[in-house]
């Protein structure tokens, strides 16, 4: 029953697994929610759903972290990621939205302006992309990725089958088309365009 | 009409309007402005850009897409993807960076008792 | 094992409830109920019914407080409303209003 001392320095708070809140909840430090939440949620800072939280409410936070359920509208400043376990019902609205492979969400996304960032904050190469199987709780630096560079537009032979020529990246928002260049077919009997035109 | 083991590319310089109907994968790295009806794997690199209702069993988004999307099983929108329209499928991922505004629907498992 | 912690910075208004300890170090208001242990801490404010088995109070509660066990008034806490308990510790240095009923069986 003294015990109250070991917790006087959390700068977090949690939400244990039977805990049911009901109503409003605001505050200016992280959450992490493993029972239920229901109502109004408003954070200046992190949101975290663990596996077994339950959030029915509208939230407006930072940053959200869905591994469990949430049910309303997420409103964040920064991020939302709904990671392989998480499941939400309801609308997005962050400038960044990441969805892992393996979670499942019903809803409207909207990222706002969808301006591909500026090409100076992209990296040199290209960072190797995320495993879809990102582990719950992913590091709070992520690369921004922006716009790729625009190349000098090369004279596009074929590139080859497959994959694509990372190489050779075309502009992230290109110009108008140029006028059909002329169509090679099946170079290397694998090349082939599929031209099925109908008005 | 191509066969199943068979890669398609649209490439850079092309423009197709209409509708584009196929099996076997296809890539596009030009530009698609219409319907996509696809059996297999679509891929839009990202050069390409694809203006339409797009119909495929899955599908991998490094480009621009602006339309409805229906995949079967999957679709990918990867970081430097821009795509806009409402999507249908079992399973989307969207990576950091991607851009992407619109609807998803997916099937959610909720709990009994929400 | 206290796995519920209200933060300093969090308000909360609506109704807690749950079979765990909780401790809260920021602001609570409307109900609370509980099967186990609260600990409102110095920084902690309650306005709230409270049912719980156990709390103990280092911070502030106006609001009426029914433990099926003990309530316990630490030094420097502030506590306005009706105490029930089997149980009741009042530290000195605490100030506390209200009633206290220990549930005395009359004669």
Known sequence: MAATKEFGSSESTIIGPSILISGKLSGDEDLTVRGRVEGELSLTRTLIVEPSGIVKANVAVKNAIVSGVVVGNITATESVELTKEGRMVGDIRSPRVIIVDGASFRGRVDMGNAEPRPASERPATRPAYRPATASARPATVIARPAAVPVRAGKPAPPPPPGKGDKSDKGEAKPAPPPPPAPVLVGEGGKKKVLLKKKK | ?114 | MANTIIGSSIVIDGEISGDEDLVIQGTVKGKISLKESLFVEASGVVEADIEVQNVEIGGRVTGNIAATDKVELKADCRVVGDVRAPRILIADGASFKGNVDMDVKER
């Open chain 2, 1 to 114: 009409m191509a066969t199943n083991d068979q890669i398609n590319i649209i490439g850079k310089g092309i423009t197709i309007r209409g509708s584009l109907t196929g099996a076997g994968d296809l890539v596009v790295e030009g530009r698609v402005e219409g319907q996509v009806n696809l059996k297999n794997h679509l891929t839009i690199e990202s050069s390409g850009i694809v203006e339409a209702d797009i119909r495929a069993d899955d599908l991998t988004i490094n480009g621009t897409a602006s339309g409805n999307i229906d995949a079967i099983t999957k679709v990918s929108i990867n970081q430097s993807a821009k795509v806009n329209g409402d999507i249908k499928a079992t399973r989307v991922v969207i990576e950091d960076g991607a851009v992407f505004n619109g609807s998803i629907e997916m099937d959610v498992k909720l709990p009994d008792d929400i």
